[in-house]
């Protein structure tokens, strides 16, 4: 489905992708945009479901804040239980597709138990299942986007499949809004039609995605899995600290909204719209800031993304005006995804040899996605203890406090991509 992006049988150990440029001096591989597509579908089943869960929380089933923040810290954290072993799994077998597929296919049947369930425990435990889906597939699907792209455009290509990915962000909560104005408290409906799209999003993958370049010699398999000093490169571990370190001071989108709602400014079933502002100004960044990432440098990109996240905790943390404050908080959002989502799978995929690719970029988003694990559930607590706003500004200080030294650790990878 993909065509290969350079002529001849490559080099043992040698990464194919970095071999030559693009066939037709083609940036971005047709597989990058069928997965593109995967994402598409697959989005607005998870995020017509994600937009009304914490409103749904908070609201219809009168969980707290902190209760609230457990189950936050699940579907943040939860998926890091597997993606390491899937993104191994994937370098061992050399068959990313089929890992990822395994990952679609259990959040398609976690859309299945949004049905049937409705106390506390039992949605945490779905949104467990689906996570776990999502962990299972992200590192096999991203090392599939960074080995089909030659290294100058690597995170334009990833930009590329964020933006589609992105619209289905866009689609989803809109979505979730209209059958929520049509049918009040129609929280099954949402579900129903979150998961005809899980569905359409596995069999595209099944049927239109194939496993590897049809025009090139397949990769070969790593019959005894990756070697972990290759992932263990000094480079990749600068990038696991600080991809850790900021991770802890990334709290979750819900949280965010929440606090921009008990402001006050708009009414409770606008709730959804909210993921909506976010999804549009990452929509819009997406590509240009992939362009940026490759030409100034990616790990640069990566950490200075972080000040717009800043900036918006100060917006919806601060006594602003509503309505600005509110469409300044979603639009920061915006940019610090665009900045920062597909580029931290952009340089873990470059900093190790290709062997190990998949087990990098998982590497990269386990941390990640502990980190806020563990940022969820203590900003539960600290929401408690301060209240909303007081809360968002005390992380936005400490997030200020480790953006340059973070910087200073990430820089020489930059330099180091630059040298080859």
Same mark, same amino acid.
């Given at each position: 489905m993909y065509v290969s992006l350079r002529q001849g049988a490559p080099a043992p150990g040698s990464d194919p992708a970095a071999a030559a440029p693009p066939a037709s001096g083609r940036r971005v591989a047709p597989v990058v945009v069928t997965l593109g597509l995967v994402s598409l579908l697959t989005d607005i089943s998870s995020e $017509?479901?994600?937009? #009304?869960?914490p409103l749904y929380l908070t609201v219809g089933l009168g969980v707290s804040t902190l209760a609230?923040? @457990?189950? =936050?810290?699940?579907?943040?954290?939860?998926?890091?239980? %597997?993606?390491?072993?899937?993104?191994? $799994?994937?370098?061992? $077998?050399?068959? +990313?597709?089929?890992?990822?597929?395994?990952g679609y296919a259990l959040s398609c049947v976690a859309r299945?138990?949004?049905?049937?369930? &409705?106390?506390?425990?039992? #949605?945490?435990?779905? *949104?467990?299942? =689906?996570?776990?889906?999502?962990?299972?597939r992200s590192a096999p699907r991203d090392a599939m986007i960074s080995a089909a792209t030659a290294p100058q455009h690597t995170a334009y290509a990833f930009g590329v499949h964020r933006s589609l990915d992105t619209v289905g962000a866009v689609i989803g909560p809109v979505l979730a809004f209209a059958i929520l104005w049509w049918i009040p408290d129609g929280y099954l409906a949402v579900m129903v039609v979150s998961l005809g799209f899980a569905v359409l999003g596995v069999v595209? /993958?099944?049927?239109?995605?194939?496993?590897? +370049?049809?025009?090139?010699?397949?990769?070969? $398999?790593?019959?005894?899995?990756?070697?972990?000093? =290759?992932?263990?490169? +000094?480079?990749?571990?600068?990038?696991?600290v600080v991809a850790g370190v900021l991770g802890l001071l990334s709290v979750g989108d819900g949280f965010v909204y929440l606090a921009l709602l008990e402001r006050g400014g708009f009414a409770a079933h606008w709730f959804p719209l909210l993921y909506v502002g976010t999804s549009v100004a990452y929509l819009l960044l997406a590509l240009p800031?992939?362009?940026?990432?490759?030409?100034?440098?990616?790990?640069? &990109?990566? %950490? /200075?993304?972080?000040?717009?996240?800043?900036? !918006?905790?100060?917006?919806?943390?601060? +006594?602003? !005006?509503?309505?600005?404050? &509110?469409?300044?908080? @979603?639009?920061? /959002?915006?940019?610090f995804y665009a900045a920062t989502d597909g580029v931290l799978a952009a340089v873990a995929g470059r900093?190790?040899?290709?062997? %190990?690719?998949?087990? !990098? #970029?998982?590497?990269?988003? &386990? *941390?990640?996605? *502990?980190?806020?694990?563990a940022s969820s559930a203590g900003f539960g607590l600290l929401w408690f203890w301060l209240g909303p706003g007081t809360a968002l500004l005390v992380v936005a200080t400490a997030l200020g406090a480790v953006l340059v030294p973070a910087l200073l650790a990430l820089a020489p990878l930059d330099r180091e991509e630059a040298a080859r």
């Open positions: $017509s479901v994600a937009a #009304i869960l609230y923040g @457990l189950i =936050d810290a699940v579907y943040q954290g939860v998926s890091a239980l %597997v993606r390491i072993a899937a993104g191994w $799994s994937a370098d061992r $077998s050399g068959h +990313p597709k089929w890992v990822a597929l395994i299945v138990g949004f049905l049937l369930t &409705t106390g506390v425990a039992a #949605i945490a435990a779905v *949104v467990a299942v =689906d996570r776990v889906g999502k962990g299972i595209l /993958l099944g049927l239109f995605v194939e496993d590897r +370049p049809a025009s090139a010699p397949a990769r070969p $398999s790593v019959p005894h899995g990756p070697r972990w000093r =290759d992932v263990a490169a +000094p480079g990749m571990v600068r990038l696991l800031m992939g362009r940026l990432a490759d030409r100034y440098g990616r790990a640069r &990109t990566l %950490v /200075l993304g972080h000040l717009a996240l800043l900036a !918006a905790y100060v917006a919806a943390g601060a +006594p602003l !005006a509503a309505a600005p404050g &509110t469409l300044l908080a @979603l639009a920061l /959002l915006g940019i900093v190790v040899v290709p062997a %190990v690719r998949a087990s !990098a #970029i998982a590497s990269a988003q &386990t *941390v990640v996605a *502990v980190a806020r694990m």
